[in-house]
């Protein structure tokens, strides 16, 4: 792949692209109960954003992980019948080791945190399953009118069409928040640099450092 079609993101990027949203979801009152990070590309932004999402006098948010991964290849046409098919979920959430306060999603501020949207279909996965599941234990425990919020953090969106969607009520409350928008170009992430002094020096110099 030509070099002009790699976009190199430093550490210190992420880290002030993690300052920025943060800033932005307290400024909207919309600080989450828990953050649940895709693995793996989530789980450094997540733990970042955790950091400036906490208040004085108030615990850290608790960080879930979740593994998603997707089928490279099935070998099918159609993607939308195979959405579902191309998602394998390799570790859900485990509230086991929370209190008692905090026995499942249903009435929290969910913000689930991944570094890329892609085609979507990972987010589109995940936001479908956990709401799915939040009804069913409303269902069994009787909450019905606690309102769950989900909401999405992602370091960059790709500027491209979608395999899938998200909520409109997600997408049109603020809710999707990509901390930039960028061309489809290929992503070079600092984790998987292995030069990552090289790897500095390249984000720099396109401005994202
Ligand atoms: O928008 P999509 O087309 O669904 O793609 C985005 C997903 O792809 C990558 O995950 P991957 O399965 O490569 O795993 P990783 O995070 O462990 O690298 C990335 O971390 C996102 O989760």
Not at 4 to 20: A, D, F, T, V, W
Not at 53 to 80: F, H, M
Not at 140 to 155: A, D, K, Q, Y
Not at 175 to 198: F, G, M, N, S
Request: overall charge negative; aromatic content about 6%.
């Amino acid at each position: 792949m030509a070099e002009n079609e790699r976009m190199y993101i430093s550490y210190n990027n992420i880290h002030k692209l993690c300052q920025g949203v943060a800033k932005h979801i307290l400024a909207r009152n919309e600080r989450p109960d828990i953050i649940i990070a895709i693995t793996g590309g989530g789980m450094i932004p997540a733990r970042i954003i955790r950091s400036f999402l906490k208040t004085k006098g108030q615990k850290n948010i608790p960080i879930q992980a979740i593994g998603l991964s997707l089928y490279e290849d099935l070998g099918l046409d159609n993607s939308v019948e195979t959405i579902g098919k191309e998602v394998i979920r390799t570790q859900w959430l485990d509230f086991g080791a929370l209190n008692q306060h905090f026995d499942s999603l249903i009435g929290k501020k969910v913000l689930i945190v991944d570094e890329v949207d892609d085609t979507r279909t990972t987010l589109h996965y995940a936001v479908s399953e956990l709401e799915k599941e939040i009804a069913e234990q409303q269902k069994v425990l009787n909450r019905m009118s606690e309102e769950t919020v989900i909401s999405i953090f992602v370091l960059h969106n790709k500027d491209k069409p979608k395999r899938a969607g998200l909520p409109d009520s997600m997408m049109n409350s603020g809710r999707y928040i990509a901390a930039q928008t960028v061309p489809d170009k290929w992503l070079c992430y600092p984790w998987d640099a292995e030069d990552i002094e090289e790897h500095t020096m390249l984000a720099k110099a396109q401005g994202h450092d």
